[in-house]
């Protein structure tokens, strides 16, 4: 089985500083790795996502990933924030088996300040 | 294009009642989930489907839960008799193919409140 941890529930931080969201997890075989942002009263979208080749993931919005395999880490980075990304961020792993299920992590807010 | 579709998007009804929570998928996607979400709990998974099928129903609560999808085009989660506790944000979700690495696309949610 696959779990998710994100370390921080809460992240605030003022804008055009820079971010990172933690995220480990725990599998006893190979994962895909997913990171999803959910803004108020809708639904996740996706931001980036690992299944294989180069560590270093960019997503939408200036967003990017680096997968840590002995670290078992996909932590998520942005240089400097807006105002906009404000929002609740979720890190997920599925199994690259065929058909696999989503397991998400707990979410982290992210609060970016004037 | 559109995309996963929910209804109703809130409902609010008493304790007891049988709710129905109804999803259609976005067109020529393979897989379907639901999730639902709370403050305590966060994302959990309730169940899926794999062309229709059920694959993984080990997160569903308990029997007063049910899921079907009696066609590629539309499923439904229902509670009954629904309690207090089931109150919370009931998300489907859909996937092209079976590769377990494709995105996941989801809908806006079904808010329920049980009083």
């Known amino acids: 089985a696959q779990s998710v941890t994100q370390l921080d529930s809460q992240v605030p931080v003022f804008e055009e500083a820079p971010v990172e969201l933690r995220c480990n997890y725990s599998?006893?075989?190979?994962?895909?790795l997913f990171w999803y942002v959910q803004y108020p009263n809708q639904g996740l979208q996706l931001l980036l996502k690992?299944?294989?080749?180069?560590?270093l993931v960019k997503g939408i919005n200036g967003f990017e990933a680096e997968f840590n395999k002995s670290q078992t880490s996909f932590h998520l980075r942005k240089p400097s924030v807006h105002i906009s990304d404000t929002a609740e961020y979720f890190c997920?792993?599925?199994?690259?088996?065929?058909?696999?299920?989503?397991?998400f992590g707990q979410g982290t807010e992210l609060s970016v300040k004037p | 294009d559109a995309g996963v579709i929910q209804s109703p998007r809130h409902e609010v009804t008493e304790m007891g009642q049988e709710v129905t929570l109804r999803c259609k998928p976005i067109?020529?996607?393979?897989?379907l989930f639901w999730y639902r979400q709370t403050m305590m709990r966060g994302l959990e998974l309730l169940i899926y489907?794999?062309?229709?099928?059920?694959?993984?129903d080990s997160g569903m609560p308990e029997d007063r839960f049910s899921a079907k999808m009696p066609n590629a085009s539309f499923s439904t989660l229902k509670i009954q008799p629904s309690e207090p506790r089931d109150s919370a944000v009931y998300f489907c979700?859909?996937?092209?193919?079976?590769?377990?690495?494709?995105?996941?696309?989801f809908g806006e949610g079904s808010w329920l409140t049980v009083v």
């Open positions: 067109s020529g996607h393979n897989s």
């Open positions: 489907f794999n062309n229709n099928v059920p694959i993984d």
């Open positions: 997920a792993v599925s199994a690259t088996n065929q058909g696999g299920k989503l397991i």
């Open positions: 599998s006893s075989v190979s994962v895909y």
């Open positions: 690992y299944l294989s080749g180069s560590t």
């Open positions: 979700a859909s996937r092209p193919g079976a590769n377990s690495g494709n995105t996941i696309y």
